[in-house]
């Protein structure tokens, strides 16, 4: 048998489905993403005090929170399409997605705090 | 010796692969070798053309008889392999329709089912046929790919035992006193050589059934004579479209996936491998083609292509008077034992072939089971790729 | 004789060989190498933002930094990526779901030129603010 | 017409190389006619697939310069008198010796799928309405597929994932949901809608270059997309 891997067990998959979603709203929260923090800024950054004052804003703190989960989750399911080309096995599969989904978290996680840590500083 | 078997098979042609689906069903260790691709020989560069016996009934009774005969098995036996939308035959001009009454009288003798039908209606199922046509009779006609034709015998041969050796090449006969005991074969993968034992060694390798056969110091009618066919980019047909007439150069046009092939020429050739095609063969085909199809013209030509054939029987003048029906030879008549040749014969007939050969390397062995090929449902051709 | 055939070498490299492909297969080249990119500079500037949690001059120091002409070189890089893998995800998802399939090609060429129409303006606009 | 064809040789134990032949066709010839011809005249022991050439079989698929062709229906006018043609076997695919390769990720994949080879034909009147001859109950012709394999050649995908359905796999798949013959709809759903079935593709559509006879996967693989993508969701929202 010159390719046993083609009989291995096939499984429901929505990464394509979501890969799709997930960069479609990121075209939307990307574009607000940069409008606000770059393009409408004198010089494109924001001072610190700027950016602590921007963020205590709620609606722009969970703008910004829901484009990180989005953008990572997007780049993460990236990541994972480009191990899977590469014709893992099954088991090596399932530790790749759960890795991914740890860093994930964890991303978020940090994001989270960090948002919530400047806001704290300000506050 | 690396192996011995009972029997060995020279050539993964038509032939040669029914002969192995045969004898490997009579339960007989066997290995089929060929020089190159499965079918890259004669059988590959085919009309494709699964005979009713239609274009037989006439001058070739016997031949006729054994094309409906094997066209029917085959419509039984081979489930995924071949179009089959029927033929019919065309009169162009008044000798043909002069012919007409001769050709059902003749597909009722040989008991081809053939229907004469009104031009109009041919014209409805067929619209880019020659509007001006006289005359039109159906058969039973189909269409056959010829790579999957053999690569379904392969494929229940091996699933029944056989093993298949492509890239191989037989370059000597093993002789013990004046029996064939095997063959020296080059494995052009390695470029090494080696020899391969068996109790009888089946040549079917058509044209060049004498080249084999001369390793044993023996001599086998057989005339190499080349044809071409010419393959249109666009399918002009459904049905196949013959000529209603006797057998003549560029008097059938068989449609195939995509496009419609017409066919065919007919020369001697001295060297089986070196044939240079005739550009005036290829405008022949088309001038004659266009007769029945004159769109054949307006369409570009996709390939042409040409193979030497292996024609039977006395080396007259005219090859197309020579017969097409097969020909086995036991070579205990020349005095060399355990080797025979199967040449001549069209796909269409392979399976009776092979039927005949292997009652005779049976009865040679001492082997007595029956042939069950016309019974049995050949394996699926994609199977041949199951390692 | 048993005489194995040369196995198939997998080999990632082959993700990126122009060898005789064509256009489609170099908008999936732009594609791969634009993602790869993006996750870092994702990861990047997510670490980058941690300045922020240290304090003011923290970060004030990095935003002098970010304004130096070879950054902002970057950003204009990170923009041509954004727009390159953002247009032809558009490209991809539309062909995914069926729509346009037969003009995939042309959408193909529609993105690119809005990458570098938008590119260049980009550019232009982050070089005429620094002045 | 003279050309230099420049051809992959490969003997299981030893290195490969390139062995250049010069050879003369006629302009009509195509470069399988030239292969043969450097086979006839210069080296007998050049190994390569073919068997119909008419683009029947498909089993002579190679690169020419690098790009994958069906080499009986590729004229050699196309590259120009002198010209010199490198020719490769097919990518992804076992070499077993020059350009022969091993076949069968080719085949088991068709048989995986099951696309029955005879379908329907178009009937060549537009309307579709004239009576078929008796005994007949619809006009049938071969797939349009040959499994020749260049699109499996050509995917950047099947470079390096063996699990890869593949390109004429998606595209059987789609003639199948088009036009079932009997076969199991619900399997080929599960076939194709795995990571490694068509989600895995990545539109490059080197398949629909590589494709000598209209099946164009790339075209199919985004109808397939579709159709399984829509379904989930449909069923995902308790839809039937």
């Avoid at chain 1, 893992?88 to 759960?98: C, D, G, H, M």
């Amino acid at each position: 048998m010159v390719e046993k891997q083609l009989t291995r067990e096939r499984t429901s998959s929505w990464s394509w489905i979501l890969q799709a979603f997930t960069g479609a709203l990121l075209l939307v929260l990307l574009g607000l993403h940069m409008v606000v923090q770059h393009f409408v800024v004198e010089g494109g950054l924001r001072d610190y005090q700027q950016v602590v004052e921007y963020l205590s804003n709620p609606f722009v703190f969970l703008l910004e929170v829901m484009f990180l989960i989005i953008v990572t989750w997007h780049a993460l399911l990236g990541v994972r399409a480009i191990l899977f080309d590469l014709g893992l096995q099954p088991a090596t599969e399932r530790k790749v997605t759960a890795i991914l989904s740890i860093v994930g978290v964890i991303t978020i996680a940090y994001g989270i705090w960090l948002s919530a840590t400047i806001v704290a500083q300000g506050a | 010796m690396s192996q011995k078997y009972h029997v060995i098979v020279i050539g993964a042609g038509s032939t040669g692969t029914a002969t192995a689906h045969d004898l490997a069903l009579r339960g007989l260790q066997l290995t089929v070798i060929e020089r190159g691709e499965i079918a890259s020989g004669t059988t590959g560069r085919n009309h494709c053309l699964l005979h009713s016996g239609g274009r037989y009934a006439v001058t070739d009774h016997e031949g006729a008889v054994e094309c409906i005969d094997e066209n029917l098995t085959l419509r039984q036996i081979m489930r995924d392999g071949l179009e089959l939308n029927d033929g019919l035959f065309v009169a162009v001009d008044e000798s043909d329709l002069a012919f007409k009454d001769t050709f059902l009288e003749g597909c009722a003798s040989c008991g081809i089912p053939a229907r004469d039908i009104p031009v109009k209606r041919a014209l409805e199922i067929e619209p880019y046929l020659n509007p001006k046509i006289l005359g039109a009779v159906q058969v039973p006609d189909g269409v056959f790919d010829p790579y999957r034709f053999c690569l379904s015998f392969l494929a229940t041969a091996k699933k029944n035992g056989a093993t298949v050796l492509p890239y191989h090449e037989v370059v000597g006969l093993l002789m013990s006193g004046q029996a064939v005991s095997g063959v020296k074969v080059l494995d052009h993968r390695t470029g090494k050589q080696y020899e391969i034992g068996a109790d009888l060694v089946v040549n079917a390798t058509g044209p060049w059934a004498g080249k084999i056969a001369a390793f044993a110091n023996v001599d086998v009618p057989v005339l190499p004579t080349a044809g071409v066919m010419v393959s249109i980019s666009k399918r002009l047909n459904q049905m196949v479209v013959n000529r209603l007439n006797k057998p003549h150069d560029g008097d059938i046009v068989v449609p195939q996936r995509m496009t419609s092939i017409i066919g065919t020429t007919s020369w001697k050739v001295d060297d089986m491998d070196a044939i240079h095609i005739p550009q005036e063969h290829v405008d022949k085909m088309i001038e004659f083609g266009e007769k029945m199809i004159p769109a054949l013209r307006d369409n570009p030509i996709r390939g042409v292509m040409a193979v030497a054939r292996p024609l039977i029987g006395k080396k007259s003048a005219d090859e197309r008077e020579v017969s097409r029906t097969f020909a086995g030879f036991d070579h205990a008549h020349d005095g060399v034992e355990n080797f025979v040749t199967i040449s001549g014969g069209k796909t269409t007939t392979a399976r009776g072939m092979a039927e005949k050969i292997s009652d005779i390397v049976c009865a040679k062995l001492g082997v007595s089971a029956p042939c069950r090929t016309r019974e049995v449902v050949l394996e699926s051709y994609r199977s041949y790729y199951n390692n | 004789m048993e005489v194995k055939p040369k196995p198939v070498q997998r080999k990632p490299l082959e993700w990126f060989n122009l060898k005789g492909k064509r256009v489609g297969f170099w908008a999936y080249v732009v594609m791969r190498l634009s993602a790869v990119g993006l996750v870092l500079y994702l990861f990047l500037h997510l670490v980058i933002l941690s300045q922020l949690a240290v304090g003011p001059a923290a970060w004030d120091n990095f935003v002098a930094l970010a304004k130096s002409p070879a950054v902002l070189l970057l950003d204009v890089v990170l923009i041509i990526g954004i727009l390159a893998h953002g247009l032809n995800g558009i490209r991809l998802t539309l062909i995914g779901f069926g729509l346009g399939v037969p003009r995939q090609k042309l959408m193909l060429w529609i993105g690119l030129i809005l990458t570098l129409v938008f590119g260049v303006l980009s550019a232009l606009a982050i070089f005429a603010e620094t002045k | 017409m003279k050309l230099n064809l420049k051809i992959y040789r490969y003997k299981p134990g030893s290195e490969p190389h390139y062995d250049t032949f010069p050879v003369d066709v006629p302009e009509t010839a195509n470069v399988l006619d030239a292969i043969e011809r450097a086979w006839d005249d210069l080296d007998r022991t050049i190994m390569f697939r073919h068997a119909c050439h008419h683009a029947s079989c498909g089993s002579c698929g190679l690169l020419v310069n690098d790009q994958e062709k069906l080499p009986c229906v590729t004229p050699v006018k196309d590259y120009g008198e002198g010209a010199t043609l490198k020719i490769d076997p097919m990518r992804n695919m076992p070499v077993i010796t020059d350009l022969a390769v091993d076949a069968s990720p080719i085949y088991q994949r068709m048989a995986l799928i099951g696309l029955p080879i005879i379908r329907d034909a178009e009937t060549l009147r537009a309307d579709g309405k004239e009576p078929l001859p008796e005994g007949l109950e619809a006009f049938r012709r071969f797939e349009n597929c040959l499994e020749c394999g260049l699109c499996l050649s050509a995917c950047p995908v099947m470079a390096t994932d063996p699990q890869f359905l593949g390109p004429l796999t998606l595209a059987a798949a789609e003639r199948l949901l088009a036009e079932p013959r009997g076969v199991d709809i619900e399997r080929i759903y599960r076939l194709v809608d795995d990571e490694h079935g068509v989600w895995r593709c990545h539109s490059s559509f080197e398949c629909t270059e590589a494709c000598p006879y209209e099946v164009y996967p790339g075209e199919a693989i985004m109808r397939l997309k579709r159709k399984v993508g829509l379904r989930k969701i449909k069923q995902f929202f308790g839809g039937a």
